[in-house]
């Protein structure tokens, strides 16, 4: 899987991309406008990324793209500006909310398809932790971030849980379910 090396610089640059776009939203309703040229060239190359944001401990807003369309710092902006005021789960980001937030970015590799025979030959297959995983049955579709590991660290109850998020049931089973897995960098 091909990686992306970010140094702390980099890191706080795109956590600043993503403060600084929710609080354009706030002001002016639209994500901070970027250009990417006045970035390093590393963070202009096309990236697909989650924003997530925590509001004391508890999911505030997450939204993201599993395919690269956009460059790095454009995709931070857009999406942090996404998660904070258009994630249907949640009503808009207040200016109250945005001083606490916690802001979480994952920036994904490629998304590669796993090769497997059985529910089981995947089970075994997974890494917990370290695999994001994108689950496609027809028209059902659904992704778990690897820091979804955390809440469910057993492979068979992360898959069971993606399954249900796709629409699908938890016993569901198909020859033709496909599963990608990807990695992430996260920030912080």
Same mark, same amino acid.
């Given at each position: 899987?091909?990686?992306?090396?970010?140094?702390?610089?980099?890191?706080?640059?795109?956590?600043?991309?993503?403060?600084?776009?929710?609080?354009?939203?706030?002001?002016?309703?639209?994500?901070?406008?970027?250009?990417?040229?006045?970035?390093?060239?590393?963070?202009?190359?096309? %990236?697909?990324?989650? $924003? /997530?944001?925590?509001?004391?401990? *508890? !999911?505030?807003?997450? +939204?993201?793209? &599993? =395919?690269?369309?956009?460059?790095?710092?454009?995709?931070?902006?857009?999406?942090?500006?996404?998660?904070?005021?258009?994630?249907? %789960?949640?009503?808009? $980001? /207040?200016?109250?909310?945005?001083? *606490? !937030?916690?802001?979480? +970015?994952?920036? &994904? =590799?490629?998304?590669?398809?796993?090769?497997?025979?059985?529910?089981?030959?995947?089970?075994?297959?997974?890494?917990?932790?370290?695999?994001?995983?994108?689950?496609?049955?027809?028209?059902?579709?659904?992704?778990?971030?690897?820091?979804?590991?955390? =809440?469910?660290?057993?492979?068979?109850?992360?898959?069971?849980?993606?399954?249900?998020?796709?629409?699908?049931?938890?016993?569901?089973?198909?020859?033709?379910?496909?599963?990608?897995?990807?990695?992430?960098?996260?920030?912080?």
């Amino acid at each position: 899987m091909s990686s992306i090396e970010l140094k702390a610089d980099d890191k706080l640059i795109l956590l600043d991309i993503a403060k600084q776009s929710i609080a354009n939203g706030l002001k002016h309703d639209s994500p901070l406008k970027i250009n990417p040229g006045d970035y390093p060239d590393h963070l202009q190359i096309n %990236r697909a990324t989650f $924003v /997530t944001l925590f509001l004391n401990q *508890q !999911l505030r807003g997450c +939204i993201g793209t &599993l =395919t690269a369309y956009q460059s790095l710092v454009m995709d931070v902006a857009n999406h942090a500006f996404a998660a904070a005021f258009n994630d249907p %789960r949640f009503p808009p $980001v /207040t200016p109250d909310e945005a001083r *606490q !937030l916690d802001i979480h +970015i994952s920036i &994904l =590799t490629p998304a590669e398809t796993i090769d497997f025979h059985s529910e089981k030959e995947l089970i075994n297959m997974l890494q917990p932790g370290v695999d994001g995983l994108i689950l496609e049955s027809g028209t059902h579709k659904g992704t778990f971030l690897p820091s979804v590991w955390e =809440t469910l660290p057993d492979p068979e109850d992360f898959l069971t849980h993606l399954k249900l998020k796709a629409g699908l049931s938890k016993n569901f089973w198909d020859k033709n379910i496909k599963i990608s897995r990807y990695r992430t960098i996260s920030i912080p």
